[in-house]
């Protein structure tokens, strides 16, 4: 059922945050730069006439497309052109999208007269009435020439064979309606809040009369192509645009609804049009005016959720805004129950939704949550305590970017650019749908800042949106939490100038000199140790120099297939990388690029029977945080059908420079175990591998140049000699990432792998040397089911390696229980005992290592770590029963 609430004020635009605005345009350089390119943003559109704004809304009778070809290119210069790199400037160039390449601009024909020529009595295009005399290419008018009808589109896009280019119904979304509808409300409207002047408030109203009068209209499922196939839901856009821009309508009316009220002859002008061209809702007043926009925009999108429904709380939040636009914050009975259900989802997860798509997905939802709170807080101060004091894992929301960030130090002689500042670079793991290969995240992604070290990159729709650093700032007064302004003054260059780029902030000096204090005291650098996420299943092991991460379950929302991947970082690069956000430019969500991205096979994991693992999720079993060395068990039997599926990481420190990986994955069930390894960029060099011409993996695996030692003696490795694609390092960086192998009865592989390079608007690819160690079980049909151990060192390091030897130590125990000796440079020697968890002869283990190692042990699982350095002996033992520590 339709709401039918009637707007009567302004909610989140009150005269008394344009007075403060006002104000700080007068005495703050920032805001002076803000409202002279606000002015300059809306000035074309002020300049156009109220009929020629009326005209540029189209009907839904044009299909629209959401990009020209996903993995096309130009007709005219045959250079690819894929997902959303052609370009468009419908302010200059309307009409026309643009190859980045040879500049041609398509379609050929005028589509501009020929929509003109096809609008019906209610000034909507019907393909019926249009000229398609018109449908020719200008630059080549004689019927004769074989040209004539290159590069013509009548909406439908141009073809050629079975080629088709969307041309027009991608200029409709970017272009007339971003850019040209959209882009002049938004103008408009904040050059309105800023300077009260009712021109740009009358402007805004055209058009967003005559939105409402299509909108409703619009559905994408029916009229969208999507990766040049159906679409799904939305309006004008698809799902997840319409859902922002519905909500970005909203707010641009409530901006300009008291001078609506007042707009006598936006009224006539409207109601003239209305009579004109047959459009049966009345517009003699300008409260009708009102009614139209109201009905035709935020009711129908409150009727039709479905049409914006989103990631969530994305849906939830425009719910939120569109009702407060029309009956204001004080609806306790209304908003209470919306706001309340809808922070106890989206903090659920650790804090957060549960989206994976760490730095991507999972940031982009509760991004919109950060806008919400802060808008309201800003239009009804004390707004964020109540909500903090209802629901207290708000803080954790707005830490778990922070805690799942990882700082690596910058050596001498690194390169500037991908640091972020005093030194360092940073990443998130690429946990689903997220990231490019390899490349760094340098920027806290749970907000969205308003500026990246200066407001002239920023786009003006943020001149009045809540800004991302008084949030935090009040996140820090309200929780006493140093990260989060920490985070901000980072965002913004390490330095408090400019602080904080809010138009409506009561006293920005005296919040710069508060920052400059907390930085004074607590440094620059967000602190955060080893983390475990237990409901994300997510942990991050930390030293002072990287760290590892192992994900321990599979799908969700934007999740891959990807359970017990293990990621790390060290020495300044991502030395064990998620491939990131599938290659969707190469077929759309679907296909064999797109498999190999979100599979199992294409991570660094063990795979069964060359088989997908199943959705679900593991658990940890063992959890240790110690000075000099941390680790992490989990197991996650159901992602392979129940049987044995468990990996414990071991991260031991050498110096505050260096640490390495003790890797142990134990599997049972199957026939057919496959344990896989890549790094960076690079080469890899082999030792103790007597490698021949091997047949492929199969099972979809997007792999070549197979070669293979099928019974190599333990203690081999793969070197990887790094190639700093991304420039991160300092010239002549020599980083390798080396790889011990003591699993029994195994094969070891090396091969290629492929990658998508870049983001999905570039189409370049390489392929990088990958790692895989295979055990398979004797044929026969009585054969038991396969049992593994998979057993590796793992040494990141510099020039040359810190570990001058390791062994795995024989023991008369089965071979789930590990025992490797380590030795290094430093003359240290570190003796890691890794006993299997689920071994029914603990009495018998704890007697074969007091025996054999001298060392007293107790528990199921003992980690224990010795170094000869004069007399000092450490040992240490943690039980499975606690996997906190």
Request: charged share 20%; hydrophobic share 40%; net charge negative.
């Given at each position: 059922?339709?709401?039918?609430?009637?707007?009567?004020?302004?909610?989140?635009?009150?005269?008394?945050?344009?007075?403060?605005?006002?104000?700080?345009?007068?005495?703050?350089?920032?805001?002076?730069?803000?409202?002279?390119?606000?002015?300059?943003?809306?000035?074309?559109?002020?300049?156009?006439?109220?009929?020629?704004?009326?005209?540029?809304?189209?009907?839904?009778?044009?299909?629209?497309?959401?990009?020209?070809?996903?993995?096309?290119?130009?007709?005219?210069?045959?250079?690819?052109?894929?997902?959303?790199?052609?370009?468009?400037?419908?302010?200059?160039?309307?009409?026309?999208?643009?190859?980045?390449?040879?500049?041609?601009?398509?379609?050929?024909?005028?589509?501009?007269?020929?929509?003109?020529?096809?609008?019906?009595?209610?000034?909507?295009?019907?393909?019926?009435?249009?000229?398609?005399?018109?449908?020719?290419?200008?630059?080549?008018?004689?019927?004769?020439?074989?040209?004539?009808?290159?590069?013509?589109?009548?909406?439908?896009?141009?073809?050629?064979?079975?080629?088709?280019?969307?041309?027009?119904?991608?200029?409709?979304?970017?272009?007339?309606?971003?850019?040209?509808?959209?882009?002049?409300?938004?103008?408009?409207?904040?050059?309105?809040?800023?300077?009260?002047?009712?021109?740009?408030?009358?402007?805004?109203?055209?058009?967003?009369?005559?939105?409402?009068?299509?909108?409703?209209?619009?559905?994408?499922?029916?009229?969208?192509?999507?990766?040049?196939?159906?679409?799904?839901?939305?309006?004008?856009?698809?799902?997840?645009?319409?859902?922002?821009?519905?909500?970005?309508?909203?707010?641009?009316?409530?901006?300009?609804?008291?001078?609506?009220?007042?707009?006598?002859?936006?009224?006539?002008?409207?109601?003239?049009?209305?009579?004109?061209?047959?459009?049966?809702?009345?517009?003699?007043?300008?409260?009708?005016?009102?009614?139209?926009?109201?009905?035709?925009?935020?009711?129908?999108?409150?009727?039709?959720?479905?049409?914006?429904?989103?990631?969530?709380?994305?849906?939830?939040?425009?719910?939120?805004?569109?009702?407060?636009?029309?009956?204001?914050?004080?609806?306790?009975?209304?908003?209470?129950?919306?706001?309340?259900?809808?922070?106890?989802?989206?903090?659920?997860?650790?804090?957060?939704?549960?989206?994976?798509?760490?730095?991507?997905?999972?940031?982009?939802?509760?991004?919109?949550?950060?806008?919400?709170?802060?808008?309201?807080?800003?239009?009804?101060?004390?707004?964020?305590?109540?909500?903090?004091?209802?629901?207290?894992?708000?803080?954790?929301?707005?830490?778990?970017?922070?805690?799942?960030?990882?700082?690596?130090?910058?050596?001498?002689?690194?390169?500037?650019?991908?640091?972020?500042?005093?030194?360092?670079?940073?990443?998130?793991?690429?946990?689903?749908?997220?990231?490019?290969?390899?490349?760094?995240?340098?920027?806290?992604?749970?907000?969205?800042?308003?500026?990246?070290?200066?407001?002239?990159?920023?786009?003006?729709?943020?001149?009045?949106?809540?800004?991302?650093?008084?949030?935090?700032?009040?996140?820090?007064?309200?929780?006493?939490?140093?990260?989060?302004?920490?985070?901000?003054?980072?965002?913004?260059?390490?330095?408090?100038?400019?602080?904080?780029?809010?138009?409506?902030?009561?006293?920005?000096?005296?919040?710069?000199?508060?920052?400059?204090?907390?930085?004074?005291?607590?440094?620059s650098v967000p602190r955060a140790g080893s983390v475990n996420k237990q409901q994300w299943h997510l942990a991050i092991l930390r030293s002072r120099s990287g760290a590892a991460w192992l994900k321990y379950d599979t799908g969700g929302r934007h999740g891959h297939l990807d359970g017990l991947n293990l990621g790390l970082f060290a020495r300044g690069l991502d030395l064990m990388p998620d491939f990131g956000y599938p290659p969707v430019h190469r077929g759309g969500w679907s296909g064999p690029n797109f498999d190999w991205y979100v599979g199992t096979l294409s991570h660094n994991t063990v795979v069964v029977d060359g088989a997908q693992q199943a959705k679900g999720a593991g658990a940890t079993t063992l959890w240790v945080d110690a000075p000099g060395c941390r680790v992490i068990r989990a197991a996650a039997p159901e992602l392979i059908g129940g049987g044995r599926y468990e990996r414990t990481i071991a991260m031991i420190d050498i110096s505050d420079d260096d640490f390495y990986l003790l890797d142990v994955f134990r599997v049972a069930g199957g026939r057919d175990h496959a344990w896989f390894m890549h790094s960076h960029f690079g080469q890899i060099r082999t030792q103790g591998l007597v490698l021949q011409p091997a047949e492929a993996y199969g099972h979809g695996a997007l792999m070549r140049h197979f070669n293979a030692d099928p019974s190599p003696m333990p203690g081999w490795s793969v070197d990887w000699q790094i190639e700093d694609r991304h420039g991160y390092l300092p010239a002549g960086a020599d980083v390798h990432l080396r790889c011990i192998g003591f699993t029994s009865g195994a094969q070891a592989h090396v091969?290629?792998?492929?990658?998508?390079?870049?983001?999905?608007?570039?189409?370049?690819?390489?392929?990088?040397?990958?790692?895989?160690?295979?055990?398979?079980?004797?044929?026969?049909?009585?054969?038991?089911?396969?049992?593994?151990?998979?057993?590796?060192?793992?040494?990141?390091?510099?020039?040359?390696?810190?570990?001058?030897?390791?062994?795995?130590?024989?023991?008369?125990?089965?071979?789930?229980?590990?025992?490797?000796?380590?030795?290094?440079?430093?003359?240290?020697?570190?003796?890691?005992?890794?006993?299997?968890?689920?071994?029914?002869?603990?009495?018998?283990?704890?007697?074969?290592?007091?025996?054999?190692?001298?060392?007293?042990?107790?528990?199921?699982?003992?980690?224990?770590?010795?170094?000869?350095?004069?007399?000092?002996?450490?040992?240490?033992?943690?039980?499975?029963?606690?996997?906190?520590?």
């Amino acid at each position: 059922m339709m709401d039918t609430t009637i707007k009567t004020g302004c909610t989140f635009h009150p005269p008394a945050l344009h007075t403060r605005a006002r104000a700080n345009v007068a005495r703050n350089a920032w805001a002076a730069v803000v409202y002279d390119r606000a002015m300059q943003a809306a000035q074309p559109w002020l300049e156009m006439s109220d009929a020629a704004l009326w005209v540029l809304m189209f009907g839904p009778t044009l299909r629209r497309s959401w990009m020209v070809w996903s993995n096309g290119h130009c007709p005219a210069c045959q250079r690819a052109v894929p997902m959303y790199t052609w370009e468009i400037d419908a302010l200059r160039q309307p009409w026309k999208v643009r190859c980045p390449h040879c500049a041609e601009l398509f379609p050929k024909n005028d589509f501009q007269a020929f929509h003109r020529s096809g609008l019906d009595e209610h000034a909507v295009f019907d393909p019926a009435h249009a000229d398609r005399t018109l449908l020719f290419n200008g630059e080549h008018p004689d019927p004769a020439d074989p040209l004539h009808r290159f590069g013509v589109d009548d909406g439908n896009g141009y073809t050629d064979g079975e080629r088709r280019w969307w041309f027009t119904a991608t200029y409709l979304v970017y272009g007339q309606w971003k850019q040209l509808v959209l882009g002049g409300i938004r103008h408009l409207s904040v050059a309105y809040a800023l300077t009260q002047d009712a021109r740009y408030a009358h402007k805004a109203g055209v058009l967003l009369d005559r939105v409402a009068d299509l909108y409703p209209s619009f559905d994408f499922r029916i009229e969208g192509v999507m990766y040049e196939g159906p679409a799904h839901a939305g309006y004008v856009s698809t799902w997840h645009d319409a859902c922002e821009e519905t909500r970005e309508l909203a707010l641009a009316y409530d901006r300009i609804f008291d001078a609506l009220q007042r707009d006598d002859a936006l009224a006539a002008f409207l109601d003239a049009q209305a009579r004109a061209h047959g459009i049966a809702q009345p517009k003699t007043t300008p409260a009708q005016v009102c009614a139209n926009i109201e009905r035709g925009i935020l009711h129908d999108a409150l009727a039709h959720l479905d049409k914006i429904q989103s990631n969530y709380p994305r849906t939830e939040i425009a719910d939120i805004v569109i009702r407060a636009v029309l009956g204001g914050l004080a609806q306790p009975d209304r908003l209470a129950p919306l706001f309340d259900d809808m922070l106890a989802r989206a903090t659920a997860v650790d804090g957060v939704t549960g989206e994976k798509g760490l730095s991507a997905y999972a940031s982009f939802t509760i991004q919109g949550v950060a806008l919400l709170l802060a808008l309201c807080d800003r239009a009804a101060p004390g707004f964020l305590e109540q909500m903090l004091a209802r629901h207290p894992r708000l803080r954790d929301m707005y830490r778990f970017h922070i805690d799942t960030w990882v700082w690596l130090p910058r050596q001498d002689g690194y390169a500037a650019d991908g640091y972020i500042a005093d030194g360092y670079i940073a990443y998130y793991p690429h946990a689903g749908d997220c990231g490019t290969f390899a490349e760094s995240s340098n920027q806290y992604v749970a907000v969205e800042f308003a500026t990246d070290h200066g407001i002239d990159s920023a786009p003006l729709s943020y001149a009045l949106a809540p800004s991302m650093f008084t949030f935090l700032w009040r996140l820090y007064t309200l929780t006493g939490d140093a990260a989060f302004v920490q985070v901000m003054y980072r965002a913004n260059g390490n330095t408090v100038d400019g602080l904080p780029y809010d138009l409506f902030a009561a006293d920005p000096a005296e919040l710069q000199r508060c920052v400059r204090a907390v930085i004074d005291q607590h440094g620059s650098v967000p602190r955060a140790g080893s983390v475990n996420k237990q409901q994300w299943h997510l942990a991050i092991l930390r030293s002072r120099s990287g760290a590892a991460w192992l994900k321990y379950d599979t799908g969700g929302r934007h999740g891959h297939l990807d359970g017990l991947n293990l990621g790390l970082f060290a020495r300044g690069l991502d030395l064990m990388p998620d491939f990131g956000y599938p290659p969707v430019h190469r077929g759309g969500w679907s296909g064999p690029n797109f498999d190999w991205y979100v599979g199992t096979l294409s991570h660094n994991t063990v795979v069964v029977d060359g088989a997908q693992q199943a959705k679900g999720a593991g658990a940890t079993t063992l959890w240790v945080d110690a000075p000099g060395c941390r680790v992490i068990r989990a197991a996650a039997p159901e992602l392979i059908g129940g049987g044995r599926y468990e990996r414990t990481i071991a991260m031991i420190d050498i110096s505050d420079d260096d640490f390495y990986l003790l890797d142990v994955f134990r599997v049972a069930g199957g026939r057919d175990h496959a344990w896989f390894m890549h790094s960076h960029f690079g080469q890899i060099r082999t030792q103790g591998l007597v490698l021949q011409p091997a047949e492929a993996y199969g099972h979809g695996a997007l792999m070549r140049h197979f070669n293979a030692d099928p019974s190599p003696m333990p203690g081999w490795s793969v070197d990887w000699q790094i190639e700093d694609r991304h420039g991160y390092l300092p010239a002549g960086a020599d980083v390798h990432l080396r790889c011990i192998g003591f699993t029994s009865g195994a094969q070891a592989h090396v091969a290629e792998a492929w990658v998508s390079v870049g983001d999905f608007n570039r189409n370049e690819e390489a392929w990088i040397p990958r790692l895989m160690v295979r055990r398979r079980a004797v044929e026969g049909p009585a054969a038991a089911p396969l049992q593994s151990t998979f057993v590796a060192v793992i040494e990141p390091y510099a020039g040359r390696p810190n570990i001058t030897g390791a062994r795995r130590v024989a023991l008369p125990l089965p071979d789930t229980h590990v025992c490797v000796e380590v030795t290094l440079t430093n003359g240290r020697r570190d003796l890691i005992l890794l006993a299997d968890p689920e071994a029914t002869d603990a009495a018998q283990v704890a007697a074969t290592v007091r025996e054999r190692l001298g060392l007293a042990v107790a528990g199921e699982a003992i980690l224990a770590q010795f170094a000869l350095d004069g007399a000092t002996l450490r040992v240490s033992a943690w039980d499975r029963h606690n996997p906190n520590g």
